[in-house]
């Protein structure tokens, strides 16, 4: 947050805290996860309670001059946020009074939240209380204190999980004995994950954060206060042969406090019964609102192949270890597992999803990943029409293959209705409103995939991505930095900061990441590529002799893997080559090639927006001119 007079003193409004110095907006003492310029907004406006701040001060103050983003857009999208986080409404308004062309005015009374004990309270005086009275209160708040056969619970109810509407599912420990089985514990913490992320008003925080706590000594605290969270699960699993017992605790994480726990033993054919008993019993201990149509899902199950389940297990746990070796075992995996139970149909989602990221990365001829994502989420689709990840695979078919916008959008908000916890629905969906041109409602949609996966490199790269395509090259570099903290070894992230720093004119900087990206693409691969980044840079830089290496050796790939021609052309347009830009752009056209849906937003290819062949393109690939 922008510094400001205002005193480091916490101030309270209405159910509303704010802390100046932190720059945290809490609510009843839940932290809300509001960053940027909504809560400098917010900041500004309680600097002066009950008075006007003019539009123009909060454009000097917040969006500088040579800022790339248009003031009135960033304005009002930091407004509906802010807004949005307290819960006001613009029409009638209980904090924040709009001031037609002129600014915005704080309305509600503030108060500076004084921490000091209230002086002059008498104390209860235990002469008072004969002694009988005393035993009797004693013993009955132990009971109470000790939540013995649920005694707290049945008198007051659980006062604390009332509130719980975040929660995180840590890593479940392995009891087998075998470290062999942790795929199984890792997977189950997954599936436990998937089943509560159905329930759309509770907000559940996605595998790949919480596996970075699996034998952490961090607190309850500590932990539900990097996740964002107000509740967490624990517990433990053990198999045994066709046996599976799984025992969870559910802790109020603010308190501290364990307030339910449970033990289910089950044959393993039954495991996704126990996967829904789990996620009803949580629902039922928090109270939290379940839709009759999501009960109808989480209460709907079936039997699974033991085997089958075993072997999708250890395809999620590959398939959660990205890179092109891990994703073709998960495949492996997830094709002997369809192999063992047919109608098994998450296991044809992991499959479809694992063939449309080896077509993605080009390690797969286009043509063939993508039909065979199509075929497969078509397939899943079949056997469970409410899968939201098998909507979501379908709606990438048509976006990056098919190149039929609108249809995908329409699979993007399908997948988000049903599993309204799943974050790469909400990626894929940013991903579609990016391409167009609508960076504000991607940076939305992006934010709440990250809200669900908070420790996540891939959705931290992926805004560093909006910002570096909206020509925002700093905040990229600010992010991309961010999530290679994160994971300092994830190739698109070396790539991404290595194409920001060219837009920044830091060319060394740039060869070196692409460089990083290359070394480890082999390492992890075992095969040497050069990069396309590099090839450009190294034109930027006069280095044309290299540049012209890289070319060659892209032009020889593109032999097996025609989707490189759109590497071929971006180094040409480092080349400053339009015409060759254009003959390989065509070939990528004809090869179905992925990247060309972000063809209107890429930087590499602004020098040819006033060509009427580009624009032909654009129409093509499925973007209006």
């Known amino acids: 947050m922008k510094e400001s007079s205002l005193s480091a003193q916490t101030l309270r409004f209405g159910v509303f805290e704010f802390d100046p110095r932190a720059g945290e907006l809490r609510k009843q003492g839940m932290k809300i996860r509001l960053q940027g310029q909504p809560i400098d907004i917010l900041a500004m406006l309680l600097e002066r309670p009950g008075e006007a701040v003019t539009r123009e001060e909060l454009q000097k103050r917040l969006w500088p001059a040579n800022t790339f983003v248009d003031f009135e857009q960033g304005l009002n999208a930091a407004m509906k946020r802010l807004r949005a986080a307290l819960d006001d409404d613009a029409e009638n308004p209980r904090f924040i009074e709009t001031l037609p062309r002129h600014g915005y005015r704080f309305i509600a009374s503030v108060d500076r939240m004084d921490k000091t004990p209230a002086a002059g309270a008498a104390p209860i005086s235990g002469r008072l209380l004969v002694p009988g009275a005393l035993a009797a209160i004693a013993i009955a708040a132990a009971l109470v204190g000790l939540n013995v056969r649920g005694v707290r619970n049945r008198l007051w109810g659980s006062p604390h999980t009332s509130q719980i509407r975040s929660i995180a599912v840590l890593p479940l420990a392995n009891l087998s004995g075998n470290p062999e089985q942790d795929y199984f514990a890792d997977g189950m913490t997954d599936a436990l994950i998937t089943e509560l992320g159905k329930i759309g008003a509770l907000r559940v925080i996605s595998r790949q954060s919480v596996m970075r706590y699996k034998s952490t000594q961090k607190t309850s605290r500590e932990i539900a206060r990097e996740l964002g969270v107000d509740g967490l699960v624990e517990g433990s699993v053990q198999r045994s042969a066709d046996r599976v017992r799984v025992s969870v605790n559910l802790i109020d994480a603010p308190a501290d406090q364990h307030v339910w726990a449970e033990m289910y033993d089950r044959d393993l054919r039954d495991i996704l019964t126990l996967q829904s008993d789990f996620a009803q019993a949580i629902a039922r201990q928090i109270r939290i609102q379940v839709t009759p149509r999501e009960q109808a899902r989480v209460a709907s199950t079936r039997q699974v192949n033991p085997e089958a389940y075993q072997l999708y297990l250890k395809g999620r746990y590959f398939t959660a270890r990205v890179n092109e070796t891990n994703v073709r075992k998960s495949i492996e995996y997830f094709e002997q597992a369809v192999q063992k139970d047919p109608t098994y149909a998450a296991a044809y989602v992991g499959l479809g999803e694992g063939y449309g990221w080896l077509g993605y990365i080009q390690a797969l001829p286009a043509e063939e990943a993508n039909s065979k994502m199509k075929a497969l989420a078509m397939k899943a689709l079949e056997i469970d029409e409410t899968l939201g990840e098998a909507h979501a695979a379908l709606g990438t078919y048509n976006l990056y293959y098919k190149w039929d916008g609108l249809a995908a959008e329409q699979e993007f908000k399908r997948a988000i209705e049903l599993s309204p916890n799943y974050p790469h629905g909400y990626q894929e969906y940013s991903d579609y409103l990016a391409q167009t041109g609508q960076f504000d409602e991607a940076l939305a949609e992006i934010k709440r995939a990250r809200e669900l996966d908070p420790l996540s490199p891939f959705f931290e790269g992926a805004m560093a991505q909006l910002f570096y395509l909206a020509r925002r090259y700093d905040r990229a570099i600010e992010e991309y930095r961010n999530a290679l903290e994160l994971d300092p070894n994830r190739l698109e992230l070396h790539s991404g900061l290595g194409w920001a720093y060219l837009r920044k004119g830091m060319l060394q900087e740039a060869i070196a990441e692409f460089k990083k990206q290359e070394a480890l693409r082999t390492a992890t691969s075992g095969r040497s590529r050069?990069?396309?980044?590099?090839?450009?840079?190294?034109?930027?830089?006069?280095?044309?002799?290299?540049?012209?290496?890289?070319?060659?050796?892209?032009?020889?790939?593109?032999?097996?893997?025609?989707?490189?021609?759109?590497g071929v052309a971006i180094v040409y347009m480092g080349l400053g080559d339009k015409y060759q830009a254009f003959a390989w752009l065509e070939r990528a056209y004809e090869a179905r090639t992925a990247q060309l849906r972000w063809l209107k937003v890429d930087p590499s290819f602004d020098p040819l927006h006033s060509d009427p062949r580009f624009q032909d393109l654009l129409r093509r690939v499925g973007l209006s001119p």
């Open 530 to 566: 050069r990069s396309a980044g590099l090839g450009y840079a190294y034109a930027l830089a006069g280095r044309k002799k290299e540049a012209q290496d890289i070319l060659a050796q892209l032009k020889e790939r593109s032999k097996r893997y025609p989707a490189q021609a759109h």
